[in-house]
């Protein structure tokens, strides 16, 4: 079992940034691919950004390509999605996940944290 908390997430303006964080405990994170994903109201969750196991690739969505940057430092069990330039169609509860394979597919994924909200305002 991993359990994942996420944290980081808050209000922002337009223009401005977050780093969120993902801890995972339970079993070690670092033999799981982890990918960030997002779900605004009245929408499907949609996938954001992903990292291999050691860290070595990186994949992300086009919306956010030039932007959001995922990282991970496996010694503290802990996965990152630094995002900047934010803009209001960011807005949206932001989860992290752990899976065997670094995929855009939900449902590759095994464990899922509760989620945190960002919140960009115009």
């Known amino acids: 079992q991993v359990q994942l908390v996420e944290s980081g997430g808050g209000l922002v303006q337009a223009g401005g940034f977050l780093r969120l964080s993902c801890a995972a405990s339970?079993?070690?994170?670092?033999?799981?691919?982890m990918g960030w994903f997002r779900q605004a109201p009245g929408k499907e969750r949609e996938f954001v950004a992903a990292i291999g196991w050691s860290g070595g690739r990186t994949y992300n969505t086009d919306s956010v390509k030039g932007r959001f940057t995922i990282s991970r430092d496996n010694a503290k069990n802990t996965v990152y999605l630094q995002m900047n330039s934010l803009n209001p169609e960011d807005t949206a509860v932001y989860y992290c996940?752990?899976?065997?394979?670094?995929?855009?597919?939900?449902?590759?994924?095994?464990?899922w944290g509760q989620g945190t909200q960002v919140t960009v305002s115009s």
């Open positions: 339970g079993r070690t994170c670092s033999s799981y691919a």
């Open positions: 996940a752990a899976g065997r394979l670094a995929s855009t597919r939900p449902g590759t994924y095994v464990y």
